[in-house]
């Protein structure tokens, strides 16, 4: 996201066109090893599939490659519709462009 930009405005308006972004974890995992960062996502899974399932969203895009790995099989097997069949690439570390071409081609923007 740019520098600058106003994070919570974009937020809503992207909630108010029917979306909504969730983290798998509501604890920063970012500092921990990577056995002690998977437990962590692997036991918030049971919560994510809970506010997954209070919202019921239509279609699920799934970014971040550990997220794809202990989420994707869970929301299918609840018959949600995952969109990429393969991980998307958290926009880091030189990663923006190809998140964003993803992101376009499973949600298409369209000019309002």
Same mark, same amino acid.
């Not at 308006?13 to 604890?27: C, I, R, T, V």
């Not at 919560?47 to 919202?55: A, D, H, M, P, S």
């Not at 690439?89 to 298409?108: G, K, T």
């Given at each position: 996201?740019?520098?600058?930009?106003?994070?919570?405005?974009?937020?809503?308006?992207?909630?108010?066109?029917?979306?909504?972004?969730?983290?798998?974890?509501?604890?920063?995992?970012?500092?921990?090893?990577?056995?002690?960062? #998977? +437990?962590?996502?692997?036991?918030?899974?049971?919560?994510?599939?809970? $506010?997954?399932? !209070? @919202?019921?969203?239509?279609? &699920?895009?799934?970014?971040?490659?550990?997220?794809?790995?202990?989420?994707?099989?869970?929301?299918?097997?609840?018959?949600?519709?995952?969109?990429? #069949? +393969?991980?998307?690439?958290?926009?880091?570390?030189?990663?923006?462009? $190809?998140?964003? !071409? @993803?992101?376009?081609?499973? &949600?298409?923007?369209?000019?309002?």
């Amino acid at each position: 996201m740019q520098s600058g930009l106003d994070k919570k405005s974009f937020l809503r308006k992207f909630q108010e066109s029917g979306f909504f972004l969730l983290d798998l974890s509501d604890n920063p995992v970012n500092g921990l090893s990577g056995s002690e960062r #998977k +437990k962590a996502l692997q036991d918030s899974l049971p919560g994510l599939l809970k $506010e997954v399932t !209070r @919202l019921a969203p239509k279609r &699920i895009l799934i970014i971040k490659r550990n997220v794809f790995d202990i989420a994707c099989a869970s929301l299918s097997e609840l018959e949600y519709t995952v969109l990429n #069949k +393969k991980p998307i690439p958290f926009p880091s570390n030189h990663w923006q462009a $190809e998140y964003r !071409r @993803l992101v376009r081609y499973y &949600i298409p923007v369209t000019k309002r």
